[in-house]
Each structure stands twice: as structure tokens, then as C-alpha cells.
């Protein structure tokens, strides 16, 4: 379904490729940088947007031919190790895409690292700094003070 012609009261909808990717924990933000050097990340009217799961657990079993067999003779050997989900946007652009995955690819650990694109649709607020929503964070201190 197309919906790129709504437009709601707070907002429209931009089409985003999201781009998941998982790494250790140590990596998240070097993959971040990374990508930063080739696209800015841009949210609504911020850069550097990315999200960073908790640490969860990635496992997998190495076949014979595998860089883990080859380097770590772990072949046939399940492997689990700490790891973690960082999710971002870009702009829905075959090139923008490309550079990203090369910025990705150039410093992720693996030799095969797990990256998934998603065909996604993101929000975009109409935008006003001095919006008055009691919910918006610079308005909330002002909202409690009467209580």
C-alpha cells in the first residue's frame, strides 16, 4: 500500500531501507562512525540516529570451509558470543545504500557479517520546537510544576 501522500495532524511518512545489523558490543559504535563518514544518519531534524539493543546472544555452528574452522579450528563446534542489534535508517537510494553496506562491511569483525535490509516506512513529525504538548520533554518540568 502506498501511503506516502499521508499527512496527519503531527505529521507525514517518509520510505526508509532499515538496515539491521548485528555486532559485539564493542563494535556498535565503530560501525556507527563508520557509516557516518559516507551518510549522516538523518532523523527528522537530527543526525547519528541509530539504535543499540542490550546484549543478547549470537550463535551459529562453522562448516569445514569457514574462517572460524580455518582460524580458530572451531569447525562443527557451536560458537555463542555476546552480541548486539544496531538498527538504522538511510534515505531509500541504491548508492546511499552501497556506501553504507561497503562502511558496514569495511570494519564489522565477520567476514560474512549478518546485515538485513528492511523496506520501511518512518514517521516524520511536524516539526516546532516551541510546541506546548505538556508530553513533549522541554515542556514536561513546566506541566508538573502545578502539582
Avoid at 569445514?64 to 548486539?84: C, D, I, M, R, Y
Avoid at 552501497?98 to 557479517?113: F, M, S, T
Avoid at 518512518?122 to 518540568?141: K, T
Wanted: net charge negative; aromatic share 8%; hydrophobic share 35%.
Amino acid at each position: 500500500m502506498d501511503i506516502s501522500k499521508l499527512k496527519t495532524r503531527t505529521g507525514t511518512v517518509e520510505r526508509v531501507w532499515q538496515i539491521e545489523i548485528q555486532a559485539t558490543p564493542e563494535d556498535a559504535d565503530k560501525i556507527i562512525d563508520n557509516v557516518m563518514k559516507v551518510d549522516p544518519l538523518i532523523y527528522g531534524r537530527y543526525k547519528r540516529n541509530a539504535f543499540v539493543s542490550a546484549i543478547g546472544s549470537e550463535t551459529y555452528l562453522p562448516e569445514e570451509n569457514s574462517t572460524s574452522a580455518v582460524h580458530l579450528g572451531a569447525a562443527n563446534k557451536v560458537q555463542t558470543f555476546p552480541s548486539v542489534l544496531v538498527t538504522i535508517s538511510v534515505e531509500q537510494n541504491p548508492e546511499t545504500l552501497g556506501r553504507v553496506l561497503d562502511a558496514i562491511r569495511d570494519v564489522h569483525h565477520y567476514e560474512e557479517p549478518l546485515i538485513f535490509i528492511k523496506d520501511c516506512w518512518a514517521s516524520r513529525a511536524s516539526y516546532d520546537p516551541h510546541n506546548s504538548n505538556p508530553n513533549r520533554w522541554w515542556n514536561r518540568d513546566k506541566a508538573n510544576a502545578g502539582n
